[in-house]
């Protein structure tokens, strides 16, 4: 009997090998023309899903790599509004509430726990809290949309 042979496993009637062809191609049978290493992989990311205007119609930034929201949830108290409550029009006084829990209250009406993790010029990015749903969730707005906020 035979020995096993991959490449030879179909032989006619007659004992004819119909693969020697393939045997006989060697190494290079098995050796891709185009090696990968060699070729350019485009990668495409799609797009994410449409958001609200933001700082002249741009998406808001992305926290850095190892960035993410906190792995708490914010304090339970809502913050009651006094004086000495900082304006956002100034959002360099913000920037000392960088990966700190802020409360923010905004010219809409609107107020919530928020985590900054990007102060620019025009424009606050980090992440908001849903209480209805116990989780962050990513958020940036126009800085002048902020209308006071404390950071603890």
Known sequence: MKPYD????????N???????????????????YPLENQMMEVRTP???PGPSYG???PPPRPPHGGGPPHIAP????????EGMYKAMDTGSMKRCLYKHTYIW??????????PTYVGYNSV?????????QRWAYYGTDAHEIQFFHCY
Not at 7 to 12: C, F, V
Not at 15 to 33: S, T
Not at 107 to 113: E, I, L, Q
Not at 125 to 133: I, L
């Open 6 to 13: 991959s490449l030879n496993q179909q032989n006619d009637h």
């Open 15 to 33: 004992g004819n090998d119909q693969n020697a062809h393939l045997r006989n191609m060697g190494k290079d049978f098995l050796v891709a023309p």
């Open 47 to 49: 797009p994410g899903p």
């Open 56 to 58: 002249g119609g741009q």
């Open 75 to 82: 304090p339970l108290f809502t913050p009651q509004l006094h």
């Open 106 to 115: 905004l010219k809409n009406g609107r107020s919530f726990w928020f985590y």
């Open 125 to 133: 990015a980090g992440y908001r809290w849903r209480r209805s749903q």
